[in-house]
């Protein structure tokens, strides 16, 4: 099965870029989508096919890719950005996530 | 506007079954691929199955595979989960996912399922 790894924990001074890293086996030939999700809330696409943002996602949000990792930059860092986020991918009919980072803004 | 509205969580007997529902809006329901994705309390998501929009591919985790029947009533707009055999390890919150180009682009808020005697 696949696996992709992300760091249980980041945390980032408020104003500050936050950066989320989703490491997995070539995974730069691969579509990633990041998801956010609050405390309490159901998962919200924030990333999608590896840097598209959904209309009501602020620019500050990007997400880039390499040959082994994914990418999720949150600029400018504000307190309501303090979530769970994911990484995603489809892998031979299945769909995987990563294990998560909560992010926090100091 | 889209939404998801799932049913039928609750308190469920080990080695019990139950069924999810879900039934959405605000897009043409026929037209895409419906999924199911679970939470256990504090822990990260899982993907559990997707069927395709006409019905005819299912897919499931490994995890689930032979327990879990996804199923769907386009005339209804509603995608089913029937769900057997479960023990503790399917205490989740299931969510119901609008799928597309391996995307999970839209998510109801949850239903929870809990395995206990």
């Known amino acids: 099965s696949y696996d992709l790894t992300q760091p249980p924990s980041v945390s980032v001074a408020l104003g500050q870029t936050a950066i989320i890293t989703c490491a997995g086996s070539?995974?730069?030939?691969?579509?990633v989508h990041w998801y956010q999700q609050r405390p309490g809330q159901a998962p919200v696409l924030i990333i999608y096919?590896?840097?598209n943002r959904p209309s009501a996602i602020p620019e500050r949000f990007s997400a880039s890719t390499s040959a082994t990792t994914a990418t999720l930059t949150i600029a400018r860092a504000q307190v309501g950005d303090g979530a769970d986020y994911y990484c995603?991918?489809?892998?031979?009919?299945?769909?995987?996530f990563g294990g998560g980072t909560k992010l926090s803004v100091l | 506007e889209v939404k998801l509205l799932e049913s039928g969580g609750g308190l469920v007997r080990p080695g019990g079954s139950v069924r999810l529902s879900c039934t959405a809006s605000?897009?043409?329901?026929?037209?895409?691929?419906m999924s199911w994705v679970r939470q256990t309390p504090g822990k990260g998501l899982e993907w559990v199955s997707l069927?395709?929009?006409?019905?005819?591919?299912?897919f499931y985790a490994d995890s689930v595979r032979g327990r879990f029947t996804i199923s769907r009533d386009n005339s209804k707009n509603t995608v089913y989960m029937e769900m057997s055999s479960l023990s503790a390890e399917d205490t989740a919150i299931y969510y119901c996912?609008?799928?597309?180009?391996?995307?999970?682009?839209?998510w109801g808020q949850g239903t929870l399922v809990n395995v206990s005697s």
């Open positions: 995603q991918v489809l892998d031979s009919g299945s769909w995987v």
């Open positions: 070539n995974i730069g030939t691969k579509k």
């Open positions: 996912v609008k799928e597309i180009n391996s995307v999970f682009e839209s």
């Open positions: 069927l395709t929009g006409s019905g005819g591919r299912t």
């Open positions: 605000g897009f043409y329901f026929g037209n895409y691929a």
């Open positions: 096919i590896n840097n």
